[in-house]
């Protein structure tokens, strides 16, 4: 089976640095992804590590160590528009290459 | 870019209704999902299907069908509605999973059952 963990919620100040964090346990990993969602909205995609080390894109940076079953999601320079649910989810080899998420993590920027 | 459609935003239906849940997409990718989300909850696979007249179950089919007679089309069907499907149900779709390759996911339907 598949557990995966992230924090419920977090609140960080516009302009600042955040990390939300993963840890997962899974029999087949295959990669993991980032989704980003709005309230109401469908979740959008961020990011994607299937090799550990960091992955960096504008704003958003990702970061995987499969020996310890972890990820970390970095926003920095954070907006009010990133207010928003944060989606851990895993793709694993022996539940037939289907993602598996996790419950999310609610940011709430504030000024 | 992939588009997902779900053919309505918000639904309202009673107790024991049969109810259709639509989902098209534009890209001709083979495999399609149906989730739900709850508050608490995160995102449960319902059904999903790597080809036409294909489907598997996820995590919680129970009271819940699925058709998928051509590729672009996956629809979800609630044999009898009750309470406590009311959630938000997504739609996603994805080609072969291979590299960065994850889903695309529709505008959701918030579905009420009353």
């Known amino acids: 089976g598949q557990n995966i963990d992230q924090p419920t919620e977090m609140t960080a100040t516009e302009g600042a640095i955040v990390q939300i964090n993963c840890t997962y346990q899974t029999s087949g990993f295959n990669g993991l992804f980032w989704y980003q969602q709005h309230a109401g909205e469908a979740p959008t995609f961020l990011s994607y590590?299937?090799?550990?080390g960091l992955e960096e894109k504008g704003r958003f940076s990702s970061f995987l160590s499969r020996s310890k079953g972890y990820s970390y999601l970095l926003l920095k320079e954070l907006q009010m528009k990133d207010s928003a649910s944060y989606l851990c989810?895993?793709?694993?080899?022996?539940?037939?290459?289907?993602?598996?998420f996790g419950t999310g993590t609610r940011l709430t920027v504030i000024p | 870019d992939v588009k997902v459609t779900q053919s309505s935003r918000y639904l309202v239906k009673r107790t024991g209704e049969k109810v259709f849940l639509e989902c098209v997409q534009d890209?001709?990718?083979?495999?399609m999902f149906w989730y739900r989300q709850d508050p608490g909850l995160g995102l449960r696979l319902i059904y999903f299907s790597y080809d036409v007249k294909m489907k598997e179950k996820g995590d919680i089919p129970e009271g819940y069908s699925v058709s998928r007679e051509k590729k672009e089309r996956f629809s979800l069907i609630l044999e009898s509605a009750s309470t406590n499907q009311t959630s938000m149900y997504l739609c996603?779709?994805?080609?072969?999973?291979?590299?960065?390759?994850?889903?695309?996911f529709g505008s959701g339907t918030r579905l009420t059952v009353v």
């Open positions: 590590n299937v090799l550990d």
């Open positions: 890209m001709d990718h083979e495999n």
């Open positions: 996603a779709s994805s080609p072969p999973p291979a590299g960065g390759h994850g889903y695309t």
């Open positions: 989810a895993v793709r694993d080899q022996t539940g037939a290459n289907n993602l598996f």
